[in-house]
């Protein structure tokens, strides 16, 4: 009986988040139905057709996009993370000495180099 006493105790002291759980997922549930029920029905043809911004589209919305476009998005989030990474290292930097400091220098030159070689390779020419 003292292993389940344990076990209740460990539950009790969770149940501030399984409250914050429950309160979460029946707003989103009672949010969902109440708008359901009380969004006016008037299914049109002008209300169902799909636009863009506001105007009549002219052309097929699915036209693929050229790969310069995700080259440069993902340059952006390399060199995003990296200054995640820089701000955590700046904060501790007393602490880590010396071979923090060296350790910090390989990883920005690997970025400047990666940064130099979408440079000549114009992967940043925004055409």
């Given amino acids: 009986m003292a292993g389940f006493d344990l076990f209740i105790e ?3 002291s969770y149940s501030a988040v399984l409250i914050f759980i429950v309160i979460a997922l029946g707003f ?7 708008s359901y029920l009380v969004q006016p ?3 049109e043809t002008e209300k169902l057709s799909t636009y863009e911004c506001g105007s009549e589209p002219f052309s097929d919305s699915r036209m693929p996009f ?5 080259v440069i998005a993902m340059l952006f989030v390399i ?11 700046a904060i501790t930097f007393n602490q880590t000495g010396l071979i923090g400091f060296i350790e910090m220098m390989i990883f920005i030159g690997l ?5 130099v070689y ?3 390779k114009g992967a940043l020419e925004w055409d």
């Avoid at 050229?66 to 995700?70: E, F, G, I, K, L």
């Avoid at 970025?111 to 940064?115: D, I, N």
Wanted: proline share 8%; net charge neutral; charged share 15%.
């Fill in 79 to 89: 060199f995003d993370i990296e200054v995640i990474f820089l701000y955590p290292w």
């Fill in 10 to 12: 460990y539950l009790d």
């Fill in 111 to 115: 970025f400047v180099v990666a940064y």
């Fill in 41 to 43: 029905k008037y299914p």
């Fill in 118 to 120: 979408a440079w000549r």
């Fill in 28 to 34: 989103g549930v009672v949010t969902l139905v109440l």
């Fill in 66 to 70: 050229p790969v310069r476009y995700y």
